[in-house]
């Protein structure tokens, strides 16, 4: 187990609504990313926060916001849902002292837009 | 085209077989280069880093070649807990890391 969790496991959506994914991060670590995995595909980066600040972000549009708090948890948000944004959610958690690969993922949110 | 591509396989081998597995990724200024395992429903999990002076670790040995922009991973007498997922990842500016569509791996007794 890495110990980062995420919460929900699974969560069903209708389009056009909204939703919060949890996640928390493994102890000490003061970065969390987040994934955005289709099935079949690789996790494609959708943006990381490190102390609090956005420190990157991928091709996302800003309807895919998020947040880090200052226990290092992090929430992730979508508006207004897609069926394309049916997928599996995945958050990973580092260390600025570790090399950047050295990420370690939660068990993921899977989300269904229907 | 993608910025990092995988053959999405699946790779069909015996218990006890070699298999290699290729990766080509398209930016240049890429800086870090990484094998990670995903199994089925379940998390990826970093499996080793690549290096341009390749390494090994037990069965398995990763290969960075910048001049082609390839990567590859060796994995020698396979055995049935390696059936998973592969993903090359490659580490760009600003820790952004971006990750292939993985090969999939079967290995069967």
């Known amino acids: 187990e890495t110990g980062v969790t995420q919460s929900p496991t699974h969560l069903i959506k209708t389009r056009g609504q909204q939703v919060t994914l949890r996640c928390s991060s493994q102890s000490g670590h003061n970065t969390v990313s987040w994934y955005q995995q289709a099935l079949g595909q690789g996790p494609q980066f959708i943006f990381q926060?490190?102390?609090?600040?956005?420190?990157g972000r991928g091709n996302f549009p800003p309807r895919f916001s998020g947040l880090q708090f200052p226990n290092y948890s992090s929430e992730l948000n979508v508006n207004a849902l897609e069926l394309d944004d049916s997928a599996l959610y995945l958050c990973?958690?580092?260390?600025?002292?570790?090399?950047?690969?050295?990420?370690?993922f939660g068990p993921g949110t899977r989300l269904t837009v229907t | 085209r993608k910025e990092v591509e995988q053959d999405p396989g699946p790779f069909n081998v015996p218990e006890g077989a070699t298999v290699a597995f290729n990766c080509t990724y398209s930016?240049?200024?890429?800086?870090?280069f990484f094998w990670y395992r995903q199994d089925c429903r379940k998390e990826p999990k970093l499996l080793m880093s690549v290096y341009s002076s390749g390494n090994e670790d037990g069965r398995f040995t990763a290969q960075l070649n910048r001049a082609s922009q390839y990567i590859s991973l060796l994995i020698r007498d396979s055995k049935l807990s390696d059936s998973a997922t592969y993903l090359c990842?490659?580490?760009?500016?600003?820790?952004?890391?971006?990750f292939g569509g993985g090969t999939r791996l079967m290995v069967k007794p």
């Open positions: 926060y490190y102390r609090e600040e956005e420190n």
């Open positions: 990973a958690s580092s260390t600025d002292r570790d090399s950047p690969g050295e990420q370690y």
């Open positions: 990842v490659v580490e760009n500016a600003g820790n952004m890391l971006t």
């Open positions: 930016n240049s200024a890429s800086q870090s």
